[in-house]
């Protein structure tokens, strides 16, 4: 059992650095206003930057689906979803917040839907000065995007720009394909109407603060560079545990996949944060680039033969929490003989001058024993023990832990002489955690995205590029599943579990361990 130092002062909060993407005015319209992403993340996000004035003055929320609202009872729907998430909100809030909201109701297929709403924009903006910024938020399912989006071009509310930060902006929310082909299908399709520039795809990861951190962390100090690679650096686990399942998604769920849901997003974007180059600005451009140029750098699967290198597992029943649990084929909505993926496992290697032979090993899953999301960085062991007969390798590797959630923080484990007449050594863990020291939880990832896609700032957004190549990385493993080729076959693990055996025995092989977070 390693002992605790916890760090738990020394914090300067420097207001005067700060970098600022103030928001702009801009009418914010929803499409799928009535749907399950608007109730659970929109309306919270807005509703908190709302309650710390951070919306931009011209603001209001034009709401947009086929639910037969009026302004009135659509405001009535936002406030139950505000009662029950905000139930300390003042009177004062809630109805300040709700004047804001509008509704059209309306078919996604009728044109004639899209046509109206350059009317009711302009009569909204009036009232509600904009400057003609309009964000257009797809959180309809993703089988309507291309719909919607042909809507409004044809009613002239989008068309393809060459200004770098134009007036009408797309947010799409994953997923955005099925593969590479569907997702260059889908692509081809809104670029007809849209230009990069205008493309807002969201990967809520981007937005957590933990995940934000580990740019700082890398490049706001001088100490991690130098080792941050293969000279000291022996591997890196990322780990991504739910233990939840599929709750009410398994429509969506059962199509995609562990290996859609989380590893062609989350999973690769912070694959990409964590062995990035130093980008030379934090800026749309540069910062992502040097994430596409990661991408770029991973070793390919073949679609013969993706293992031993992925590893896919679907949960039996089990118990978590002391609660027991169906097994995934017994969920609600999912077919008896489901072959969906709930957990993966994957071994990353890196073709590049910093990490040439550092495997990373990824993992995410549903049903396991605990909710965590964390990057831990093993360090090499130590070349030569002057502590005889103590060996190098009897000795712990330092580890840092990037810390994402639930916890929020970063520690560093040390070695360490422990108090005494002998010379014994223990394991020190310098841990560092938010709530400590901020004292508050960090804000939703949704409130820093809405931001920064009203202030037209694309660098926490994913451009084109990254989606595409991380569509090529998979792609060949999502052939050989569905060929049935390759040693990739479904193994089962029991909810509440770390996941199955042979995501254990990947790293065995070569002589490591998965870290028991
Ligand atoms: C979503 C996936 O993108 O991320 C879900 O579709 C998953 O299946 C979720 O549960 C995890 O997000 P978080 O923020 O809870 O880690």
Partial sequence: MNNILEIRTGVEIKENLCVESPSEPCAFVIFGASGDLTRRKLIPALFSLYGREMLPRGFYVLGCARSPFSDDSFRRSVAGVLEKRFPEASAADLSGFLSLFFYHSGNYQDQGWYDRLPDRLERLDAVYPTGGNRIYYLATPPALYATVVEGLGRAGLIRRTDEERPAARVVVEKPLGLDLASFLAFDSSITRYLSESQIYRIDH????????????????????EPVWNRQFVDHVQITVAETLGVEHRAGYYDQAGALRDMFQNHMFQLLALVAMEPPIAFDANCYRAEKVKLLQAV???????????????????????????????????????????????????????RWHGVPFYLRSGKMLRRKVSEIAVYFKAIPHSIFAPIEPEQLEPNVLVLKIQPEEGVSLTVEAKRPG??????????????????????????????????????TLFVQYEGAKLAWDILTPILSAWSAGTGTGTLQFYQAGSWGPAEADAL????GRRWRMP
Avoid at 301 to 329: L, M, N
Avoid at 426 to 440: A, E, Q, S
């Fill in 507 to 510: 790293l065995a092989r070569d």
């Fill in 299 to 353: 070793q390919g699967f073949s679609a013969e033969d993706p293992g031993p290198r992925v590893v896919r597992g679907q949960y039996t029943a089990g118990t978590i929490d002391g609660r027991d649990v169906p097994g995934y084929r017994q969920e609600e909505g999912i077919p008896a003989g489901s072959g969906t993926e709930t957990f993966v496992a994957m071994k990353i290697m890196l073709d590049n001058w």
């Fill in 421 to 458: 007449p002998r010379l014994c050594i223990t394991t020190l863990t310098l841990d560092y955690r938010y709530c400590d020291i901020y004292g508050v939880h960090s804000p939703d990832a949704y409130e820093r995205l809405l931001l920064d896609a009203m202030a037209g700032d694309q």
């Fill in 205 to 224: 990861y981007l937005g957590k603060e933990t995940v934000q951190n580990i740019l700082m962390l890398r490049f706001a100090n001088q100490i991690f």
